[in-house]
């Protein structure tokens, strides 16, 4: 009888532990309309803007809003190489908007770290909503993401756009090439110091750069999503590039703030 008491007490706990794993798995994605809701006032344009020109704004990608409210986080390769000053061209923060006008707002970058692809604007007018950051070391393979930005730059309006997956793999920022051919100068320095970057199960575009990858469940950003810098190292040795998207952990974002002295 105690035998029996026993195996049945078993299959009551497998039996619990099996549910709340299942409300476990289901509980970002339950979450995840209301946590959309949080992060999309923070994610923001990055482009540049002329009044004398047509269109005015060119989106180049998407950054998210950090610290303050008046500093933003995007990838370096976004930012143009120079600006027309003669026209007054001028970096710009394109911030989302009801109905077709987006706010425009100019910024400037106060911190670089082209090691790992990643800028720090400074915006100018008031603070905007904040994003929180993860500390380092907190994702794994498995686990459920999100990122919003604008896949499409402003082609059919500045209107975010989120996708979801999975972190399919943590792994080397770059693989070891085939033959001294495709050893190009950028992927000697990144081989100097390696890194780990996510793969994700999750398509994303080249206006995604820059976007905000988050846990579902608390809005916490996990990483900065990276469509050009990454693949030039991970996928050098392919003959034909992949859709696979990357993403840059968010610990090195954290270090640019802490270079200005700003709070995570």
């Known amino acids: 009888m105690r035998m029996q008491s026993f ?3 078993a299959r009551r706990l497998l039996a ?6 299942a409300g476990i798995g289901t ?3 339950a979450d995840l309309p209301s946590t959309i809701e949080q992060v999309k006032p923070s994610v923001v344009g990055i482009g540049t803007y002329q009044e004398t020109r047509q269109p005015r704004a060119q989106v180049r990608g998407t950054g998210f809003v950090v610290a303050d409210g008046r500093h933003v986080i995007t990838n370096h390769h976004v930012l143009p190489d120079q600006l027309n000053k003669e026209r007054r061209e001028f970096l710009a923060v394109l911030i989302p908007a009801e109905g077709p006008k987006a706010q425009v707002r100019p910024a400037r970058p106060v911190a670089k770290d082209e090691a790992h692809d990643l800028a720090l604007l400074r915006v100018e007018g008031k603070p905007l909503p904040a994003l929180r950051l993860t500390g380092s070391g907190s994702v794994r393979e498995g686990q459920d993401i999100a990122f919003i930005g604008f896949p499409i730059g402003a082609a059919l309006g500045l209107f975010p756009a989120t996708h979801r997956g999975i972190v399919a793999a943590v ?6 090439a085939r033959s001294g051919k495709q050893l190009k100068p950028s992927l000697i320095r990144r081989m100097r110091d390696p890194y780990d970057i996510y793969q994700l199960d999750a ?4 206006g995604n750069s820059g976007s905000p990858l988050f846990d579902p469940g608390s809005g916490k950003v996990l990483g900065v999503i990276n469509m050009v810098f990454v693949k030039e190292g991970r996928e050098s040795a392919l003959e034909r590039p ?6 840059i952990p968010i610990g090195f974002a954290r270090d640019l703030l802490s270079g200005q002295n700003l709070r995570p």
């Not at 792994?171 to 070891?176: G, S």
């Open 16 to 21: 619990a532990a099996f549910l709340l794993g």
């Open 242 to 247: 992949s859709g696979i998207t990357y993403a």
């Open 27 to 29: 509980l970002s994605a």
């Open 171 to 176: 792994a080397p920022v770059v693989m070891p």
């Open 203 to 206: 398509t994303a575009y080249p």
């Open 7 to 9: 195996r049945r007490l």
